[in-house]
C-alpha cells in the first residue's frame, strides 16, 4: 500500500522560500505521476503543481508559476516542491498525491487522478 509523507512546511515571511519533501513507499514509484495540491481554511482543495512519472513534463496552477519548482528523484522516492517569493495567500496545508498512471495533462492536474494521499504539512507565510 502507498504511503505518503510530506515534510518542510513552517512559518515563514512574506518573500522566504520553503521546500516541501514527500517521502513515497510501498510501491513502484518510477511509475506514479506525482501531485501537490493546497488547502486553504474554509476552502477546497486545489491544484498545484504536478509531475508525470517520467519527468519530461512538469504543470503549475497559473497562481505558483514562476515561483514554485516541483522535481523528484526517483533513486530517493522523493518528490520536491521548492516554494520561492512565498505570498500570504500560500498559506495553506499543502499535501502530496499519488497516481499511477502514465498520463499526463490535463488528467493530473485534477484531484480524481489521485488515489494516494499525504496527511499535509502546513505551511503559513506572514506580512
Known amino acids: 500500500q502507498v504511503q505518503l509523507v510530506e515534510s518542510g512546511g513552517g512559518l515563514v515571511q512574506a518573500g522566504g522560500s520553503l521546500e516541501l519533501s514527500c517521502a513515497f513507499s510501498?510501491?513502484?514509484?518510477?511509475?506514479?505521476?506525482m501531485g501537490w495540491f493546497r488547502q486553504a481554511p474554509g476552502k477546497e482543495r486545489i491544484f498545484v503543481a504536478a509531475?508525470?512519472?517520467?519527468?519530461?513534463?512538469?504543470y503549475y496552477a497559473d497562481s505558483v508559476k514562476g515561483r514554485f519548482s516541483i522535481s523528484r528523484e526517483n533513486a530517493k522516492n522523493t518528490v520536491l516542491l521548492q516554494m520561492n517569493s512565498l505570498k500570504p495567500e500560500d498559506t495553506a496545508v499543502y499535501y502530496c498525491?499519488?497516481?499511477?498512471?502514465?498520463?499526463?495533462?490535463?488528467?493530473?492536474?485534477?484531484?480524481?487522478?489521485?488515489?494516494?494521499w499525504g496527511q499535509g504539512t502546513q505551511v503559513t507565510v506572514s506580512t
Open positions: 498525491a499519488a497516481a499511477n498512471t502514465r498520463l499526463s495533462a490535463p488528467y493530473i492536474l485534477t484531484r480524481r487522478a489521485y488515489n494516494n
Open positions: 510501498g510501491g513502484t514509484f518510477s511509475a506514479y505521476a
Open positions: 509531475i508525470t512519472w517520467s519527468s519530461s513534463n512538469r
